[in-house]
């Protein structure tokens, strides 16, 4: 498989501050590799010329963009439309929740159209996830 075959990008809404934006690309980075197949690492362990071991990485590239909180959600359900892309969102309920209980009892009690997005992350092939994320800015400090 080719480098450039797949594509994972994080989007974080423009009205989060980066100490936070950190904290969700953090989070969804877990959920995205807990739930992704194996094609999404390349090599499990690298080992040094001083025989240590490191845990390898992605092996496709991963872009931080950032979006109007609007068009956060528009992407989210556009992306969560195609069956072929794996989507990890961060509604701001994980922010204003202590635990996991909290947080399912929290977001389950909330008609979709309710959530506040603060971030997502969106994995598949690179054609897919570009039509959805390609004009999204990318995210820096401003």
Do not use: C
Not at 13 to 23: F, K, R
């Amino acid at each position: 498989m080719n480098y450039e075959d797949k594509k994972i990008v994080g989007i974080i809404a423009t009205n989060v501050d980066p100490a936070v934006a950190l904290n969700v690309i953090g989070h969804l980075s877990i959920s995205i590799g807990k739930y992704s197949n194996q094609e999404i690492m390349g090599q499990k362990i690298i080992t040094d010329a001083s025989d240590i071991n490191h845990l390898g990485i992605s092996r496709f590239p991963f872009i931080i963009t950032k979006v109007k909180p609007s068009k956060l959600a528009s992407a989210i359900e556009k992306a969560k439309s195609n069956p072929n892309l794996l989507v990890a969102d961060y509604p701001r309920d994980m922010l204003e929740t202590r635990t996991d209980e909290e947080l399912v009892e929290s977001i389950s009690n909330k008609e979709n159209e309710k959530i506040e997005y603060l971030g997502a992350i969106i994995y598949g092939n690179t054609k897919e996830v570009n039509e959805i994320t390609g004009k999204f800015q990318l995210w820096k400090l401003d």
